[in-house]
């Protein structure tokens, strides 16, 4: 939920600072761009496209989201040198360590649930399953958890009406790619200006 955000946020900060700079605005020179396409796609059949998402085991929708993780990973390291990028590849990392030493989903524990849905609903959610049928987050008690602050730990502002939680993670790689969008442009003329001759 705060990716989004941050994902606006980064495009208009950076529009900003190209019509200050009087220049144009340009995308980061990314490389390898099909890595996000093909390894984001387990994401989305798992989570997002409501065809399959609520078809899927919990084993087959954990594989989904560790092969994701591991393969944005994997794009995030070719392209190290970007504004932004190694906050993006230290808050991947963060998320899937979470992940993988709790059983290939996201930890969130009763405690922050708590804070997320009334308490009849949460009576409901076995520990140890699912937070919901299509989500990334597996419901446990807070001395279960591996890592627990690398956990869905986080509850977003009690005045947006949608509830949500989420990690350390999610918000290094936010800021990641916040920086990603708002910061290529000046970065490139700082870099243009270091490298002219003195006349």
């Excluded at 899937?96 to 609903?121: D, F, Q, R």
């Amino acid at each position: 939920m705060i990716l989004l955000p941050a994902l606006l946020a980064g495009l208009l900060a950076g529009w900003l600072a190209s019509k200050w700079h009087g220049s144009a605005w340009q995308l980061p020179q990314l490389q390898h761009t099909w890595l996000v396409l093909i390894f984001f796609l387990p994401q989305f059949f798992a989570f997002y496209l409501p065809a399959t998402r609520t078809h899927l085991s919990t084993l087959a929708a954990a594989t989904c989201l560790v092969t994701s993780q591991i393969g944005l990973l994997l794009f995030c390291l070719v392209n190290p040198r970007l504004p932004g990028m190694p906050l993006l590849t230290v808050g991947l990392s963060f998320n899937l360590l979470a992940v993988i030493t709790n059983g290939g989903l996201m930890p969130i524990s009763t405690i922050t649930a708590g804070k997320l849905i009334p308490a009849s609903l949460l009576a409901n959610i076995s520990v140890g399953a699912r937070f919901s049928p299509a989500s990334k987050d597996i419901l446990l008690l807070p001395e279960m958890i591996n890592l627990p602050w690398l956990s869905d730990r986080f509850v977003g502002p009690s005045w947006i009406p949608y509830r949500f939680a989420y990690s350390l993670g999610d918000l290094l790689i936010s800021t990641g790619v916040f920086l990603l969008l708002a910061l290529p442009n000046s970065q490139r003329k700082v870099h243009k200006n270091v490298n002219q001759p003195v006349i």
